[in-house]
């Protein structure tokens, strides 16, 4: 069965720095997610994806964040100052339809460690 | 405002035993409901959800969730526990439309079934 695939699977990164979290979405899914859970806490929706443009962001994705397909295969997000409280584990997904009933599948997740 | 509420952290049942996990929601209109279970160093994976119709639902793993819509609870069920069920379960809700789905979700329940 096709999956997910996220990149590395730890980052440890220092306070200011730019980091970028990796992600292989499923090949024939249209739509694209990041999502993030902090420690001992509920999954965040941060983005969503479509047609080489955002569709939706939650509050959390304010201006240091960025998300962009470079290729037909990669979908990447980015942090471009990190701060201590951007620690979490950082999610990819990607859907196939057009509709919101479809399940989305999910990437195993990079732990991003602001030191 | 969309909120998603599992009211309890941990469930304990023993192997063979039936278990219930609670879901309860509040969002405006007539959302589509999904469970998720979550492994140890493991992304999401997608369980079961409800769109429209019967308010049994079926899933994967013998997983069966059933919508209560005058109660707002979509509670996950399964009749004999397994000790390889034994994960955090996810459940999430995502707006009735077309288009990228953005999941809420709740806070996760940790189930623990005993052997």
């Known amino acids: 069965e096709p999956e997910v695939t996220q990149t590395p699977s730890h980052q440890v990164t220092q306070m200011g720095q730019e980091v970028i979290l990796r992600c292989v979405p499923i090949?024939?899914?249209?739509?694209f997610y990041w999502y993030r859970q902090i420690l001992g806490q509920k999954v965040e929706f941060l983005v969503s994806f479509y047609n080489n443009e955002i569709s939706e962001k939650s509050e959390i994705f304010d201006d240091q964040f960025s998300v962009e397909r470079p290729d037909g295969s990669n979908f990447t997000l980015k942090i471009r100052s990190t701060k201590l409280e951007d620690s979490a584990m950082y999610f990819c997904?990607?859907?196939?339809?057009?509709?919101?009933?479809?399940?989305?599948?999910f990437g195993d997740g990079t732990r991003l460690s602001i030191l | 405002a969309q909120s998603v509420a599992q009211p309890e952290d941990q469930v304990n049942v023993a192997e063979g035993n039936p278990l219930t996990v609670k879901c309860t929601y509040s969002?405006?209109?007539?959302?589509?409901l999904f469970w998720y279970v979550q492994y140890p160093n493991r992304g999401l994976q997608f369980l079961l959800k409800y769109i429209t119709g019967d308010n049994l639902v079926k899933g994967s793993y013998g997983f069966e969730a059933e919508f209560n819509k005058s109660q707002t609870s979509f509670h996950l069920k399964k009749p004999s526990a397994l000790v390889s069920d034994s994960a955090l379960y996810f459940c999430?809700?995502?707006?009735?439309?077309?288009?990228?789905?953005?999941?809420?979700f709740g806070t996760g329940t940790r189930l623990t079934v005993i052997p």
């Open positions: 090949s024939n899914h249209l739509y």
């Open positions: 969002v405006s209109g007539n959302p589509y």
């Open positions: 999430a809700v995502s707006p009735r439309r077309t288009g990228a789905n953005n999941l809420f």
């Open positions: 997904a990607s859907g196939q339809g057009a509709y919101s009933n479809q399940p989305q599948h």
